[in-house]
T-cell receptor, first 113, second 112 residues
Framework: DSGVTQTPKHLITATGQRVTLRCSPR?????VYWYQQSLDQGLQFLIQ???????AKGNILERFSAQQFPDLHSELNLSSLELGDSALYFC????????????FGPGTRLTVT | DAKTTQPPSMDCAEGRAANLPCNHS???????VYWYRQIHSQGPQYIIH???NNETNEMASLIITEDRKSSTLILPHATLRDTAVYYC?????????????FGKGTKLSVIP
């Protein structure tokens, strides 16, 4: 158990809809990272927050947005969903503003039908 | 970031040591070697990292050659729960972005 929690575990929704994925980092960690993992693309970095501020951005679509709240939990919002957005979405956390020593949650499996 | 090369798959008998190699011949002096693993459809798990010296923690040992061009991750007593894909990653600690990117890794199968 990494100490990172993600909800929900599974999400099935229709194209065009909007969903919110939630992540709680390990106790004391200030950085949160979001990744997408699909079968054909491997692990893709989306975005990083540190203590409430956006720190780095990867290949995140404009339809996707994220934020980190004062209690340090983070939410990833996915809108106008397409079939291709079906994937595992992982959240990771680290103690430092930037670290490759990241602790991943169990992921949210999103299925868009 | 330096390119890494890992064998696509390896088998290991349960209870024996699993030695997973990684070649990173273009590594530069300030780049670290990180190891992660991913058990099927679970979140990736950080294992260990090092710069020059050998490192050991409760999960594994990391042996880095003196010229730093290759490394070996050692799981001292492999169990069935160690069956996973193992990723060797080389990264510079001073980079502006700390995004992780996994290559194809080594699929380790621990056999009873």
């Amino acid at each position: 158990d990494s100490g990172v929690t993600q909800t929900p575990k599974h999400l099935i929704t229709a194209t065009g809809q909007r969903v919110t994925l939630r992540c709680s980092p390990r106790s004391g960690d200030l950085s949160v990272y979001w990744y997408q993992q699909s079968l054909d693309q491997g692990l893709q970095f989306l975005i990083q927050y540190y203590n409430g501020e956006e720190r780095a951005k990867g290949n995140i679509l404009e339809r996707f947005s994220a934020q980190q709240f004062p209690d340090l939990h983070s939410e990833l919002n996915l809108s106008s969903l397409e079939l291709g957005d079906s994937a595992l979405y992982f959240c990771a956390s680290s103690a430092l503003a930037g670290s490759y020593e990241q602790y991943f949650g169990p992921g949210t499996r999103l299925t868009v039908t | 970031d330096a390119k890494t090369t890992q064998p696509p798959s390896m088998d290991c008998a349960e209870g024996r040591a699993a030695n997973l190699p990684c070649n990173h011949s273009t590594i530069s002096g300030n780049e670290y070697v990180y190891w992660y693993r991913q058990i099927h459809s679970q979140g990736p798990q950080y294992i260990i990292h090092g710069l020059k010296n050998n490192e050991t923690n409760e999960m594994a040992s990391l042996i880095i050659t003196e010229d730093r061009k290759s490394s070996t991750l050692i799981l001292p007593h492999a169990t069935l729960r160690d069956t996973a894909v193992y990723y060797c990653i080389v990264r510079w600690a001073g980079a502006g972005s700390y995004q992780l990117t996994f290559g194809k890794g080594t699929k380790l199968s621990v056999i009873p």
